[in-house]
């Protein structure tokens, strides 16, 4: 009996979504004469080719590819980037990289970019900072965003500034913390 109760109300919902968007002669008799597989059918037809068209629809859809394939684009980025290696399918290959967590390879991907004559770029140089930091390389962030802002003074990044400030913040905790244990190993020779 609670089956029955639950199909009638989706029958209800669903043939009153069909009457306000226009779908009711077809759907209408479709849905109350199976119940149930007329409402999965409704979905499969009308609705879920109109999510995917959609802007919400696509990142949906995106968003489940990415879930279940993860690697896929940043395959495709390196497949690109070997039958042509040029600074736009570099760059896309080390931001894909930095996504992935692959901090090694972004951090070659930014510094092989910046090598190259119309390379230099100060978002690129930000990238590369952002792998370092992302390495844990503290001092290497600090030095290359230092290098960053002595090669383009005007540029301004608030991401540039903020992991600016998170890598000296980092970097001093790290040096607090060395220098209290070594100041607790010395208490403890007394």
Request: hydrophobic content about 45%; some cysteine.
């Amino acid at each position: 009996m609670p089956l029955a109760m639950v199909l009638l109300a989706l029958d209800v919902i669903f043939v009153v979504h069909a009457a306000k968007t226009g779908r009711l002669w077809p759907w209408a008799y479709v849905i109350l004469m199976i119940p149930g597989f007329g409402v999965l059918a409704y979905i499969l037809v009308e609705l879920v080719p109109e999510w995917m068209g959609t802007a919400q629809g696509q990142r949906a859809r995106q968003k489940v590819i990415k879930t279940l394939d993860p690697e896929k684009r940043y395959r495709a980025l390196a497949d690109q980037l070997e039958t042509t290696d040029t600074i736009a399918n570099r760059v896309a290959l080390a931001e894909e990289c930095l996504a992935l967590g692959k901090y090694d390879e972004a951090k070659e991907h930014f510094a092989a970019v910046l090598a190259r004559p119309m390379g230099e770029e100060a978002v690129y140089a930000l990238g590369k900072a952002r792998a370092e930091f992302g390495l844990g390389c503290f001092t290497d962030t600090v030095a290359t965003l230092d290098a960053l802002r002595a090669q383009w003074p005007d540029y301004q990044s608030a991401d540039g500034h903020l992991l600016y400030a998170r890598a000296r913040g980092e970097r001093a905790e790290r040096g607090i913390a060395r220098g209290v244990s070594g100041a607790g190993e010395l208490l403890s020779r007394r």
